[in-house]
């Protein structure tokens, strides 16, 4: 299996930085990860796809980067809203695997 | 608009058995590949199957293949998950969720999710 692994656990941030969280798979996915994020109570929603391709309605402060093991999903200028747990997600081969999500809360 | 909404969760026994539905509008149904993916409460998240459009190949997470039985109604579409043999560690919120196809082709990242249903285990 790919072992995802996110860093770091938990990002404080205030409103307006700009954060950046980080994905590395055990193997080469190549470009094979999408990025969600998900608000307590609520189920996850996509906000990355293809490493770099942005879902349709999704904010443009969000970007994802990178490719073969190492990637990022970078927030700029962070607004109230942002305030959730991310996570990525390799779909390069079975089982699909998640990191273990990275929690951005108010500094 | 489309829309996605599980059924089927609750408390039950170690041992037992529960399906979950999950009853979806908005996209033609049959196009789709569809997952089940859980979460343990306060936990990360565990893709658990796969199941193609036309309902005629699956796949299945190591913990629960054996136990777990994806399926399909694309007349009423409805995806289904018939969980037996439950154990304390599948408790978990349990979602549906769409796969997601491109002009490049059918990916199996996931775009929407349900609300999801919450299983317990427990005695």
């Known amino acids: 299996d790919i072992q995802m692994t996110q860093s770091p656990s938990t990002l404080s941030a205030s409103v307006g930085d700009r954060v950046t969280v980080t994905c590395r798979a055990s193997?080469?996915?190549?470009?094979?990860l999408a990025w969600y994020q998900q608000k307590p109570g609520k189920a996850p929603n996509l906000l990355i796809y293809?490493?770099?391709s942005l879902e349709s309605g999704v904010p443009s402060r969000f970007s994802g980067s990178g490719s073969g093991t190492d990637f990022t999903l970078t927030i700029n200028t962070l607004q109230p809203d942002d305030f959730a747990t991310y996570y990525c997600?390799?779909?390069?081969?079975?089982?699909?695997?998640f990191g273990q999500g990275t929690k951005v809360e108010i500094k | 608009e489309v829309r996605l909404l599980e059924s089927g969760g609750g408390l039950v026994q170690p041992g037992g058995s529960l399906r979950l539905s999950c009853a979806v509008s908005?996209?033609?149904?049959?196009?789709?590949?569809m997952s089940w993916v859980r979460q343990d409460p306060g936990k990360g998240l565990e893709w658990v199957s796969d199941?193609?459009?036309?309902?005629?190949?699956?796949y299945y997470a190591d913990s629960v293949k054996g136990r777990f039985t994806i399926s399909r109604d694309n007349s009423k579409n409805t995806l289904y998950l018939q969980m037996n043999s439950l154990r304390a560690e599948d408790t978990a919120v349990y979602y549906c969720?769409?796969?997601?196809?491109?002009?490049?082709?059918?990916?199996?990242?996931?775009?929407?999710w349900g609300q999801g249903t919450l299983v317990t285990v427990s005695s």
């Open positions: 193997q080469s996915i190549t470009t094979w």
């Open positions: 997600q390799q779909y390069s081969s079975y089982p699909w695997t």
């Open positions: 908005g996209f033609t149904f049959n196009n789709y590949a």
């Open positions: 293809k490493a770099s």
């Open positions: 199941i193609s459009g036309s309902g005629d190949t699956t």
């Open positions: 969720a769409k796969g997601a196809c491109t002009s490049t082709g059918c990916y199996n990242w996931f775009d929407p």
